[in-house]
């Protein structure tokens, strides 16, 4: 009621009740909570760490839900339980951030993959067709959610750090310098800009490279360099 200036959700967990469960754990633990709610959860790890200090971490997880039509909460244009959810750790960190601390989260739904099916059993022409598709540069509005698929795959976390590696392309940066993933066309001088960072990792798609000989010579500098390298 503090946060929202109304009542959104009937029954949400007591706060104090999870920070007091939260004594139990360590300061770098991760806290899972399978039944959201109203993010209580979210709230009290976030509140525990400033005042206790640690960095735990949280994943929720919440149905889509929809919100009863005669709610407070869907009058006030929340269709679901997990939109209550975000708003609720949204408006938490917004106050926690004005108070001097920092604090943030990521949310994500469950969707179809980004990257196009493969048919093994396929005739010649539709081969064809979903090699084209597989060389097909991925649109821009699609790189952040093919961008979040291709940590799962590589086994980074969805909470790493990711950052723009160029100004206005869907070139990332993970965790400073643990992987740069590329999801753009890549000229001789962005390779050399990679090259200089020295990631541990370059993932790129094949789509990147304007020729084989630019892929095989851009590989090789790279590997010289001991980066890893994974062309998807």
């Known amino acids: 009621t503090a946060l929202f200036g109304f009542k ?3 029954n949400p967990k007591p706060l104090e009740l999870i920070e007091r469960c939260l004594a ?4 770098n633990d991760i806290i ?9 959860t979210g709230q009290a790890v976030l509140e525990y760490n400033r005042k206790q200090g640690g960095r735990r971490s949280f994943i929720l997880a919440q149905m889509p839900e929809p919100c009863d039509e005669r709610s407070e909460a869907y009058q ?20 926690m951030n004005q108070d001097g601390a920092s604090s943030g989260f990521k949310a994500f739904r469950l969707g179809a993959s980004a ?7 396929a005739h ?26 291709i940590l799962l795959k590589f086994g980074l976390p969805l909470s790493a750090c990711v950052e ?4 206005g392309t869907p070139i ?33 798609g094949d789509w990147c490279f304007a020729s084989d000989s630019q892929k095989m010579n851009a590989c090789f500098e790279w590997q010289a360099a001991q980066i890893l390298v994974s062309i998807i």
């Open 76 to 95: 006030a244009g929340f269709r679901t339980i997990a939109d209550i959810t975000r708003e609720r750790l949204r408006r938490v960190c917004l106050k």
């Open 32 to 40: 899972l909570d399978f039944f959201a709610g109203s993010g209580t």
């Open 115 to 121: 990257f196009p099916a493969w048919d093994g059993g």
């Open 124 to 149: 010649a022409d539709a081969l064809l067709r979903q090699l084209a598709a597989f060389r097909q540069p991925v649109a821009r509005e699609d790189a952040e959610r093919l961008l979040y698929e």
């Open 164 to 167: 723009p590696f160029a100004a």
């Open 172 to 204: 990332f940066a993970v965790n400073q310098r643990e992987a740069v993933i590329a999801l753009d066309s890549l000229d001789d001088a962005m390779i050399a800009r990679i090259h200089a960072l020295a990631p541990q990792r370059v993932i790129c």
């Open 24 to 27: 139990f754990t360590d300061d």
């Open 8 to 10: 959104p959700f009937d």
